[in-house]
């Protein structure tokens, strides 16, 4: 749904969008007292945020899918704390080295991406035979 003119100019998916704005700002910053980006990507971004807003983040439909997420965040964090051998190894070394577990699962769950989460979730919480491909 995001706007054909954005996509043309940031990419026509994400992976697309960040190499994009990427390196447009390593190109536009070298040699620069400040980091910058050039004014096409930097209008383009400022646009896709004003979607993104207006359509996603206060979209109704999209607030009340939030509490689901509040959810499978609260089970995650819960799952870790009682199965913190299941944490990846960098994290359970900083547990290790004297930070407190919650912090290090809130810094580990922080760091998941969307569909990292769901299927880590899926993973976790779901009947095996109830799992879709792809999650």
Not at 28 to 36: A, E, V
Not at 43 to 49: F, Q, T
Not at 107 to 129: R, V
Request: include cysteine; charge should be negative.
């Amino acid at each position: 749904d995001i706007p054909l003119e954005i996509r043309k100019t940031l990419g026509f998916d994400t992976r697309s969008r960040l190499d994009c704005l990427i390196h447009d700002i390593i190109i536009n910053s070298m040699g620069q007292p400040d980091i910058i980006m050039s004014d096409e990507c930097a209008g383009a971004l400022k646009e896709l945020r004003s979607f993104m807003f207006t359509n996603l983040y206060k979209n109704p439909i999209a607030k009340s899918e939030e509490v689901k997420a509040e959810i499978m965040l609260g089970q995650l964090y819960n799952y870790y704390i009682e199965h913190a051998e299941c944490l990846p190894e960098k994290f359970a070394q900083m547990h290790e080295d004297g930070e407190a577990l919650g912090r290090v699962v809130c810094d580990f769950i922080s760091g998941m991406t969307d569909q990292y989460a769901i299927t880590k979730f899926s993973e976790f919480f779901l009947p095996e035979a109830w799992q879709v491909d792809g999650y």
